[in-house]
């Protein structure tokens, strides 16, 4: 088997600008949920998605595939959240297995009082260099990325299959 070929300079290029974008983007939002909200990233992740699910409920599982995180990871994070009454866990109506994760009203208005920093910076940092058609084409290589990582991710970001 022949070793696969280096990236050419244009590869690369695209590479370590995707990579240092992520990371200025990614520090700048730790910082702001960190000094307005008291939140890591994947806490305001995971009350970000509650909050945008009609119910306010998901399973424990399908919340850990969405945000990319481990289930012990998101079970240590689930608890600090239930500690400071952000969310409630209790086991899962479909499933006696599972648990399931509902957002309270006080981490319903975290949410709300962080997203308009939380939206600022996303709108100065990444947003406002480009214009629509710069955003468009931003949603559809990376959406076509995302989808081709979302088909093979990693064991601890892999869907559980669902028991019958």
Known sequence: MSEPEGLDAEQLAAYFALMEVSSLL?????RQLRDEGGLSY?????????????S???RMTDLADGVV?????LTYQAGRL???GLIAREP???????TTVAITAS???L?????PGHVRIARRMLLDPLDREDIAALTEVLGRVRDRMRAAPPRSAAPRPRRA
């Open 69 to 73: 995180y481990s289930r012990s990871g």
């Open 111 to 115: 949410v709300a009082r962080v997203m």
């Open 82 to 84: 239930e500690e400071a």
């Open 26 to 30: 990614r520090h700048a939002v730790e």
């Open 56 to 58: 306010g409920r998901q």
């Open 92 to 98: 899962s109506d479909e499933d006696e297995r599972s």
């Open 42 to 54: 994947v806490q305001f992740e995971i009350l970000a998605r509650l909050a945008d699910t009609p």
């Open 107 to 109: 981490g319903r208005e």
